[in-house]
């Protein structure tokens, strides 16, 4: 009967999956099989649109493919990480592990594109081993010899300097990093970021063979400016508005938080600090207990050398009761950026007004449950 079904709804045979699919009235041809899928047991291809140009993925260039190949876990890494990255003008780096960012970092001042790769990657240098680190500007030689120094499965940029590509086949030198993937990413900057956007469909295949077609998610807010202080009216309780203020850099923090959290697994928690993530809380099924993770893996990673004093928070929903809003306050977190839209919000507002946090709102959630 297994075979049966699986016959029934797949057709790859022992050579892989077929060079063309079409799914949704759209025709796909295969670029490659994949080393495997979300595990070794499971075949996996790579397909672009037939009859497309102009793709980042799809007219990607691997410049260094290692001995293995791509994993269906690498394409999911490359691609949550340019959906961090394509948000900013200044130079920025997700590094990704397991379709989550273990950190993330935008240029602040003129920090070079080496610093800001280490902000990304030592925001949680444990989750980072083996990861995968995308950028937004080209990869130059200083930042291309630091990412050798420690296992990364793959780089991926919209170009890079010869000398950088040099220095990823320098194994004599660099002896950590044998199996790197380097991957030039055109158009990267062009994929749809706002709601409106042209963009393809999401498709996610259910057990039985059904499929749900969904808008993919992408976010209303552009800029700080779309970003509204925290207010409510309750029948019972009344009105209830924001009393502090966010000041300029936990604003552009407040927005560089959401950006990220906009591809963290939810329930989804981002800590930020000065243009980097001091940690994400993700995957848990209820709002206080992501807050606690994050803030939790923030103190045992930086153990004193950074502190959460003035640090912003984003949530990609709603909190239901005031307790994530204490749990952030204990901490020392300053300014909480969230979508608003909980009966209890007037809870939330109250509670931040007492503790001197300041609260924004998008109007918008960013569930990402991929």
């Known amino acids: 009967m297994g075979a049966d079904y699986r016959a029934k709804y797949f057709s790859r045979t022992e050579s892989g999956f077929p060079d063309e699919v079409e799914i949704l009235g759209t025709t796909y041809v295969k670029v490659e099989d994949l080393r495997y899928g979300t595990n070794p047991h499971q075949g996996a291809s790579f397909y672009r649109p037939k009859d497309s140009s102009g793709l980042t993925f799809g007219d990607m260039e691997q410049l260094k493919s290692g001995k293995s190949g791509l994993s269906e876990t690498n394409y999911g890494d490359l691609n949550h990480g340019a959906n961090i990255v394509k948000y900013f003008s200044r130079p920025a780096c997700a590094v990704m592990k397991h379709l989550n960012p273990s950190g993330a970092a935008v240029q602040v001042g003129n920090q070079d594109t080496k610093t800001v790769y280490l902000r990304a990657r030592d925001a949680d240098a444990v989750a980072a081993f083996g990861g995968t680190a995308v950028f937004n500007t080209k990869v130059d030689a200083a930042t291309a010899a630091e990412i050798m120094t420690t296992v990364v499965e793959v780089v991926a940029a919209p170009d890079f300097d010869e000398e950088a590509l040099r220095i990823f086949s320098d194994f004599e030198t660099y002896r950590m990093n044998k199996e790197i993937r380097v991957i030039k990413l055109p158009n990267l900057t062009s994929l749809p970021k706002w709601v409106g956007d042209h963009a ?60 990220v959290n906009l591809s963290v697994r939810s329930n989804g928690v981002v800590i930020a600090k000065n243009g980097v993530t001091l940690a994400v809380g993700t995957g848990q099924q209820d709002r206080v207990t992501a807050v606690r993770q994050a803030i939790t893996k923030a103190k045992e990673k930086f153990k004193g050398e ?45 509670a931040c007004n007492e503790l001197g946090i300041s609260m924004m709102f998008t109007g918008e959630r960013c569930f990402s449950h991929h």
């Open 306 to 350: 950074e502190t959460l004093e003035g640090a912003v928070m984003s949530s990609d929903a709603f909190f239901p009761f005031r307790d994530s809003v204490d749990a952030a306050a204990e901490a020392g977190i300053k300014a909480i950026v969230q979508p608003g839209g909980s009966v209890r919000d007037w809870e939330s507002i109250q």
């Open 200 to 259: 393809a469909p999401t498709i996610k295949t259910l057990a039985d063979g059904t499929v749900v077609v969904a808008e993919p998610l992408l976010t209303k807010i552009k800029s700080t400016d779309d970003l509204v202080l925290a207010t409510t009216e309750h029948a019972k309780h009344g009105k209830f508005a924001i009393v502090n203020q966010p000041t300029p850099q936990q604003l552009d923090d407040m927005l560089f938080s959401w950006y």
